[in-house]
């Protein structure tokens, strides 16, 4: 039983890090299934993916860049703020609530009638806050002790992956897929909001240190293979 739960645990992740990786780059299939394939050799290992995360990440990115092509609803916000809830609390990624904030926020700047967002956002900037007050500890020296235990070849690694995201955001041409729902166009702009809230994601990973970059490593994998996946022959 528990080697069947396992697996389905396995299958699931694999599944989150492929989808993150559409998100990203909804033009190209080849970038999802790179990222998927570089991390099923850990998950043979036994190597466990924070789940709960790897979700709010799908979630916050679709708030964001609508590749559904419907508009945040209320239901959507509850599962966003849930998903951001068991990341800040569950899985100890303090500064999730920052980044669904900054999501919900981003979705309410580019379309004025989401003013429901901004509600949402206040409640998961809340999240963060009162954990850090849990902690009981100066956010500055948070980061700092955490850093300092990582090994830095890993931390630079991870870093240089998060900024060749950031790249891939700026240096994204015309997006010609459409909303799966809708079918209009999706918009370009949106595509790459979502792509920074995914590489912020993965920097407040790294807050918790080595635990954080090891959780994360999914996330890594689907940024690194979306920029891969530019390279790779189009069949257009």
Do not use: C
Not at 33 to 52: G, K, N
Not at 70 to 84: C, F, I, S
């Amino acid at each position: 039983m528990t080697a069947a739960f396992g697996g389905l645990e396995a299958m699931f992740g694999a599944f989150l890090i492929w989808a993150i990786g559409r998100e990203l780059d909804p033009d190209r299939n080849p970038g999802a299934f790179i990222a998927m394939a570089a991390i099923l050799p850990l998950v043979y290992l036994d190597y466990e993916l924070s789940l709960w995360t790897l979700a709010f990440v799908l979630m916050a990115t679709r708030v964001v860049n609508r590749t559904v092509g419907n508009p945040v609803r209320l239901g959507d916000m509850a599962v966003v703020l849930a998903l951001a809830a068991l990341a800040v609390f569950r899985d100890g990624y303090s500064e999730m609530g920052y980044v669904a904030g900054l999501a919900l926020a981003l979705d309410a700047f580019l379309d004025r009638k989401r003013t429901l967002n901004l509600v949402g956002a206040m409640i998961a900037v809340a999240f963060s806050m009162w954990n850090l007050i849990e902690l009981e500890g100066d956010l500055r020296a948070l980061l700092l002790s955490a850093v300092e235990v990582m090994p830095q070849m890993a931390l630079y690694s991870a870093l240089a992956v998060l900024v060749l995201g950031v790249l891939h955001a700026l240096l994204l041409g015309r997006v010609h897929s459409v909303g799966d729902a809708t079918g209009e166009p999706l918009s370009g702009l949106r595509v790459r909001g979502g792509i920074l809230i995914a590489a912020l994601a993965g920097l407040a990973m790294l807050t918790e240190g080595e635990a954080g970059l090891m959780a994360g490593l999914g996330l890594y994998a689907a940024i690194l293979g979306v920029v891969l996946g530019r390279f790779w022959p189009s069949g257009r």
